[in-house]
């Protein structure tokens, strides 16, 4: 500002306007550059949530606008053991895969940070999972587990350990046993990239000074690494939870359920029925009825694992 | 408590050597300092006795025990870090009896040993703090408790209060000093400062690219450094060198730079006409008429003395004047060595030439 008023011979010293102090308003500038995001956020996730949730309490089908009809929906499901069955599913189907997505995560976590030859490309390797769009990696699941071309049916038979082909996506225990396969597989790299992020955040010499402690491999592990991971695996295992919870691409393109609903989940039996069936204020009310579960995960991390004192600024006593 | 002893030490990192056979005798209850610029092996030879590292070859005993190939936690050593190393998920006083715990001491035993451990440095009432909710003072004295708990045959330090500003570093100093009178447990301390050497060491270790330069208490390495290496390293301003020949023509004199004249009390026999390096300490010249003359650049009053620059034949050099004299830049004075303290070193060599 002072360089624009050099060049002028006589400088201006009247009042600034009211518009040209709100230009220099840091709050008002501050407004205008969330405004983006905010808009993002308000279209593409707080009205559709709002949306769904309205839905909901309507019996709205494809095609008609629906009425308010209150509860109806969640009182009809109630009585549903389809939807029931799905509730179970998708409670199996997280906690199985996430305490397997965990524990060899953690494992990978902690062999990737030693050193070791090809460590850049092991890391790399890891990731692969990850990076294969899911529907993708779901098809070749879906060869992999083929009733009649199954690689590993054939493995097993070439071996004579089998006579006949596994009906891996036909039996309802399995089915169970090979989405949860695919999940994990999935789901590996995300919490073992970020496990090991953390663990190269400890320094060595805690483990030096431990040592000297007297502190054995596993006592290592126990007293120093467990319990200054435990922030990043709150973070971790919260986001692996909800996305397991809700998944439904790797379903719906391995088992869209089936068989006899055993891998209904309660995302797929929502779109079944809101858009395959059309009953739309249904389906919502299947997914609205996600969301208790959903804070109850967020809740569990938040008040169970949340920062712990010793994390916490210099001056709290 | 008991001795160390640390003979032809070798240390390699594949094919590249950084200890060349270094041997350290350390008597039961020394305060013994390593001292070096960075990179002399110091720490890794800190490392060594800890057991972080290997020994490529020669042998450390701790005791009458060789340790070589001894587990560090059998070593029955404490370190304290540079970084303090910690843990930052555990109180003071979990941290402090975190070896006791893994020994599977009792509760009282290891409440008792903490208690007394904090008395002695002042943590009483810090105990149920975690790292992060102390100063760094603070946080060093819960590193040496830490050390102090498990009570063991040899303290390491490894540079402990180079992450200090000035003035808390010359408290804990002096109170790492009174701790070691006070505990008398054998101390090896590693670190880059001299004055923490010099202030601290019952005997310094002076390292410079993988080998001893020399060993000696404190007043021996100032007062008859065994070359130019540890003179340049050991006192602050550092010793003044000035290249030239010594002369014998009836007395002892040094020819340095532009032909000015120095004295010398006596000469080395046959050392006429030697190229050598004459060493003087700031403190000890002084203002004579008999004096070289100097030119003077720039003066530093500190208060209790007074640091004056100034170019003797050419060269620039540094003396300390506890007097308060007028001076000014662009003065001409008079410096004169005294004649008795003066250092000579040979050039090709760097080792001492007087006596």
Same mark, same amino acid.
């Given at each position: ?125 890891? $990731? ?136 209904? $989940? ?52 | ?219 021996? $390495? ?121 250092? $000579? ?11």
């Amino acid at each position: 500002m002072a360089d624009v008023a050099i060049p002028r011979a006589k400088p201006q010293m009247s009042e600034a306007g009211a518009w040209a102090q709100l230009k220099h308003n840091r709050n008002w500038l501050g407004f205008w550059f969330m405004v983006p995001a905010m808009v993002f956020l308000i279209f593409f996730l707080a009205y559709p949530l709002g949306l769904g949730i309205w839905l909901s309490f309507t019996d709205t089908r494809i095609g008609r606008v629906g009425h308010f009809i209150a509860t109806e929906n969640y009182e009809w499901l109630w009585d549903d053991s389809i939807f029931w069955l799905s509730v179970f599913n998708t409670l199996l189907y997280t906690f199985v895969a996430s305490a397997f997505k965990f524990g060899i995560g953690l494992y990978l976590a902690l062999l990737l940070n030693e050193h070791m030859p090809f460590k850049a490309m092991l890391r790399a390797m890891v $990731l692969i999972p990850f990076i294969v769009p899911t529907v993708l990696s779901a098809l070749a699941f879906w060869w992999i587990f083929d009733s009649q071309f199954s690689i590993i049916s054939w493995s097993l038979k070439q071996l004579g350990l089998i006579s006949q082909n596994i009906n891996f996506l036909g039996d309802t225990t399995w089915a169970r046993i090979c989405v949860i396969f695919a999940n994990i597989w999935r789901g590996v790299p995300f919490v073992a990239i970020t496990l090991l992020a953390g663990l190269q955040t400890v320094s060595p010499s805690l483990y030096e000074a431990a040592t000297l402690d007297g502190a054995t491999r596993w006592q290592n592990f126990r007293y120093i690494t467990y319990p200054l991971l435990t922030p990043i695996i709150a973070v971790v295992m919260t986001f692996s939870v909800l996305f397991t919870f809700t998944d439904f691409q790797l379903i719906w393109a391995m088992t869209r359920g089936g068989p006899v609903n055993a891998t209904h $989940l309660m995302a797929t039996l929502s779109y079944q029925r809101a858009i395959i069936a059309g009953q739309l204020g249904e389906g919502a009310a299947i997914s609205s009825a996600m969301i208790p579960f959903l804070l109850a995960a967020i809740m569990v991390s938040w008040f169970g694992l949340q920062r712990r004192k010793w994390q916490q600024g210099e001056n709290n006593d | 408590m008991s001795s160390v002893q640390i003979r032809d030490v070798r240390k390699s990192f594949g094919n590249f050597e950084v200890l060349h056979g270094v041997t350290i005798p350390i008597e039961d209850g020394q305060f013994v300092v390593l001292v070096g610029p960075s990179g002399c092996g110091k720490s890794t030879l800190l490392r060594m006795l800890a057991g972080l590292e290997n020994i490529t070859s020669g042998t450390i005993s701790i005791g009458d025990r060789v340790v070589n190939n001894v587990q560090p936690k059998e070593r029955d050593i404490a370190m304290v870090f540079q970084n303090y190393a910690l843990y930052p998920h555990m109180t003071v006083a979990d941290n402090m009896g975190f070896s006791l715990k893994l020994r599977n001491a009792s509760s009282d035993e290891i409440n008792k040993r903490v208690k007394r451990a904090a008395e002695i440095l002042a943590l009483s009432p810090l105990l149920d703090r975690y790292p992060r909710q102390l100063s760094g003072g603070q946080r060093q004295r819960v590193a040496m408790g830490r050390a102090i708990v498990r009570d063991p045959q040899v303290f390491l330090f490894d540079e402990p209060l180079s992450n200090l500003d000035a003035k808390l570093r010359v408290a804990m100093r002096t109170e790492i000093k009174e701790l070691h009178q006070r505990l008398k447990t054998t101390t090896v301390y590693v670190t880059h400062d001299q004055i923490e050497a010099m202030t601290m060491a019952d005997k310094i270790v002076v390292m410079h690219d993988g080998i001893v330069e020399q060993m000696g208490t404190p007043l021996e $390495l100032y007062d008859k450094p065994d070359n130019q290496f540890v003179a340049g390293f050991i006192g602050s301003p550092a010793m003044n060198f000035l290249k030239g020949h010594v002369r014998v023509n009836g007395v002892a004199t040094f020819e340095g730079p532009n032909g000015v004249k120095l004295p010398l009390k006596s000469a080395p026999a046959g050392s006429d006409g030697r190229p050598a390096v004459y060493g003087v300490r700031p403190e000890h010249f002084t203002i004579a008429d008999d004096g070289a003359e100097a030119e003077i650049i720039v003066v530093e009053p500190t208060g209790s003395e007074t640091q004056v620059f100034a170019k003797l034949g050419g060269e620039q050099v540094v003396a300390v004047f506890r007097e308060r004299h007028q001076f000014n830049p662009g003065d001409k004075v008079r410096l004169k060595p005294d004649p008795s303290l003066v250092h $000579l070193f040979d050039d090709a060599t760097g080792k001492r030439m007087n006596a």
